[in-house]
């Protein structure tokens, strides 16, 4: 149980930010830092909470982040703030760069000097970290840092970087770092360009959906009940500190045309299918080992994809109306 800390969470204002904000709020203060530019916060009432503060800023802007580690003195960070999605990242892969590198390294020097009162910094990571064929990959398997020249490779690539950067900062100053590495979760608030969401939202419109590609990309998919478990394991268990943990669901795992054909059929939707060539590098095939996250932490994801998808459909159906 997580209580009575200070919790600063860099893009806390996202999707996962939001589930966590709503999670810990009630009995922690909870600072948000976030530019905004996926706002999931708004679909809640989280803002209107007394021990809830948000501060609209960029994670580039080094002044800023001193400034507030200084006068909020946090006990647990989480470094959420980054650039994602395959369509931004190829059109900005400078800033995609920026963002994920020097951004992370500016809140870990901000937080240099607050070792003191600091007890976890979770660092959020990706699994593209593995490449383009990634079979129950587990934390100790090579990381890939892909061709240069290709920008969809920035953000795996960026991330791998703050990855190496975070863990400098543990073994040189002992900062309290913990590395987790999503692997495609979803649910309800979900906001951006993750294909669960683009497929429910067109499904329960019946408006077209399209599959870049034919389709036979292999993904496991983890629900976010399942994911903000894993991230509170990492925070509660002192054992967490100095690693890196894979979190995701190996068994709910599907090509990307089963996946739209479960999701049309779920929400008794009229939608098309359609296949749209695909302009960009992909990864073929990303499951991973959990393992190590079961042993060190406990964790077990419990929501199974059928489960998980009919609980996200019947969110974005309300949130329709």
């Keep these: 149980m997580i209580l009575n800390k200070r919790i600063l969470l860099t893009g806390g204002a996202g999707f996962i930010g939001s589930k966590l904000c709503g999670l810990l709020c009630d009995k922690n203060q909870i600072l948000l830092y976030d530019n905004l530019n996926r706002n ?21 802007d080094y002044g800023s982040l001193k ?28 800033n995609t760069m920026k963002v994920n590198m020097i951004g992370t390294y500016n809140l870990l020097e901000s937080l240099k000097d607050n070792l003191t009162n600091l007890e976890k910094v979770i660092d959020f990571s990706t699994s593209e970290v593995f490449g383009s064929y990634a079979y129950k990959v587990n934390e100790m398997n090579t990381t890939n840092l892909a061709p240069v020249g290709e920008a969809r490779w920035t953000y795996s690539v960026s991330k791998l970087a703050a990855e190496h950067l975070s863990h400098s900062y543990y073994k040189e100053y002992g900062m309290p770092v913990v590395t987790v590495r999503p692997f495609n979760i979803y649910g309800p608030g979900q906001v951006g360009e993750g294909a669960i ?52 669901n190996p068994r709910a795992t599907v090509t990307i045309a089963m996946l739209a054909e479960t999701i049309k059929r779920i929400s008794n939707s009229n939608s098309e299918i359609k296949y749209v060539s695909k302009n960009y590098v992909d990864v073929e095939l990303r499951i991973p080992s959990i393992e190590k996250a079961k042993e060190l932490l406990g964790f077990s994801p419990k929501y199974d994809l059928t489960e998980g998808l009919t609980k996200t459909i019947d969110w974005y159906r309300g949130a329709k109306k």
């Excluded at 400034?67 to 400078?94: N, R």
């Excluded at 399942?226 to 690693?243: S, V």
Aim: charged fraction near 20%.
């Design 40 to 60: 999931s916060i708004k679909n809640t009432n989280l803002l209107s909470h007394n021990n809830v503060k948000l501060i609209q800023g960029d994670i580039l």
């Design 67 to 94: 400034k507030i580690v200084l006068e909020f003195q946090p006990h647990i960070v989480i470094h959420l703030a980054a650039v994602a999605g395959i369509d931004t990242v190829i059109k900005s892969p400078v």
């Design 197 to 248: 969401h683009q497929f429910v939202v067109r499904a329960i419109a019946d408006e077209q959906m399209q599959i870049h590609g034919d389709g036979d990309q292999i993904r496991s998919w983890c629900y976010v009940e399942d994911f903000i478990q894993g991230i509170m394991l990492c925070l509660e268990k002192e054992e967490a500190i100095g690693q890196s943990f894979n979190i995701g």
